[in-house]
């Protein structure tokens, strides 16, 4: 028997996490593997779909300018249902905590068709932090029935949560799978333009991370979580101004500023004529991941780079309040720094000043995967029983 498995995501960072899932899935003798996607973010979507080679059997195509979150909810079951109707897959496969995530999944339900949940059981255990994944991610959990989650801490969440054992699995973190692949690849001349003017040596082959001793230190910075819009936002940018006028031509602090004009507006308006600050539009996945490659420190109030840059042996400080990612935090790869200018200004400084604190955290195991849970995720559906 062939098993339908219809895999839905809509913004980048699902794309990303779901490419090697896609891949997988399409390799397997026993399984028929289609691609929706809502196209929530759809440029930055579609910059992945073509990394990965990815052409969606069904694209939904969504994304509005300023759309609010109760009718891009309504806009995704309107148009999904008859999708499901349609195809009637025996799984769909959704990533993560987005609004595709959980209204794709109560569709799913509405249609009795089993839910495969990747990176499912990350919980801050407060709703309005990260607002609204922390509620996507757990109405979502209400009805999958395979949860993959990237760790035993995101298992024992599910348990918690009187999930039965035996439909939760820990396979890693799929994000370690792609960013495995998309190191390896070659520079773009744009990414190898932005280097020289970055006056970095960009490294062809090493996937070694740089160390605090070279100059100049690169550090990486993406801030655009919604908690963060207003007062936040600007302590971010005020540590950022105060690291830049201590270390000079030390460092480049280099920030891919998200689109929204709640982060566009204060970012420029206080760090665009700092000479050793660098503002870009977003990056696709490729050159981000060749930046961090480069990078000595990354700065982020995001959840992918939480994992992904231990994974190259890069100490990331998080500029949230909390995290539904405390792995990094116990392995000690990752800190949270909260939101505080003055905090996130010495943590950092510490890290750029003092080898002994700096290779603590850069050498520390990186604590979610191996680059095979992809694999993992794709044996548990063909061998699923439910």
Not at 61 to 75: G, H, K, P, R, V
Not at 126 to 154: C, G, M, Y
Request: hydrophobic share 40%.
């Amino acid at each position: 028997m062939t098993l339908r498995v219809l895999s839905i995501f809509g913004t980048r960072p699902e794309a990303v996490k779901m490419a090697p899932v896609v891949q997988s899935l399409a390799q397997t003798p026993g399984i028929d593997s289609l691609v929706c996607v809502t196209a929530q973010h759809r440029q930055m979507l579609d910059q992945v779909l073509k990394l990965f080679n990815i052409v969606p059997d069904v694209d939904l195509d969504l994304m509005q300018s300023d759309q609010s979150l109760s009718n891009l909810t309504a806009d995704i079951f309107t148009h999904l249902d008859p999708v499901l109707t349609d195809l009637h897959p025996d799984w769909i496969l959704v990533q993560g905590d987005t609004t595709t995530v959980m209204a794709s999944s109560l569709a799913a339900y509405y249609h009795h068709i089993r839910v495969g949940h990747v990176e499912a059981g990350l919980r801050t255990n407060d709703k309005w932090q990260p607002f609204p994944e922390e509620i996507n991610r757990r109405l979502a959990s209400v009805v999958t029935d395979l949860h993959f989650a990237p760790t035993d801490w995101a298992r024992q969440n599910l348990l918690r949560e009187n999930i039965p054992p035996q439909q939760v699995i820990i396979t890693g973190n799929p994000v370690i799978d792609a960013l495995y692949a998309v190191v390896k690849m070659p520079p773009t001349p744009d990414m190898l333009e932005l280097f020289k003017r970055l006056d970095i040596q960009h490294k062809l082959s090493d996937t070694s991370p740089a160390t605090v001793h070279a100059s100049p230190r690169l550090i990486l910075v993406t801030a655009h979580r919604r908690e963060n819009f207003g007062k936040p936002l600007e302590n971010i940018c005020m540590a950022l101004k105060g690291l830049a006028k201590s270390f000079g031509d030390e460092i480049r602090i280099v920030y891919p500023v998200h689109l929204n004009p709640n982060v566009q507006v204060p970012v420029y308006h206080f760090l665009r004529d700092i000479p050793n600050i660098i503002l870009l539009d977003p990056l696709d996945y490729l050159p981000m991941v060749h930046l961090m490659k480069h990078a000595s420190l990354v700065l982020t109030d995001s959840g992918g780079l939480q994992e992904e840059a231990p994974a190259l042996g890069i100490p990331v400080l998080v500029m949230r309040a909390v995290t539904e990612r405390p792995e990094g935090v116990n392995a000690g790869t990752v800190r949270l720094v909260g939101t505080d200018s003055e905090q996130i200004y010495n943590q950092s400084r510490n890290l750029l000043d003092n080898p002994q604190a700096y290779a603590a955290m850069a050498q520390a195991i990186n604590p979610y995967g191996d680059g095979k849970a992809a694999m993992r995720i794709t044996t548990a559906i063909l061998n699923s029983t439910f």
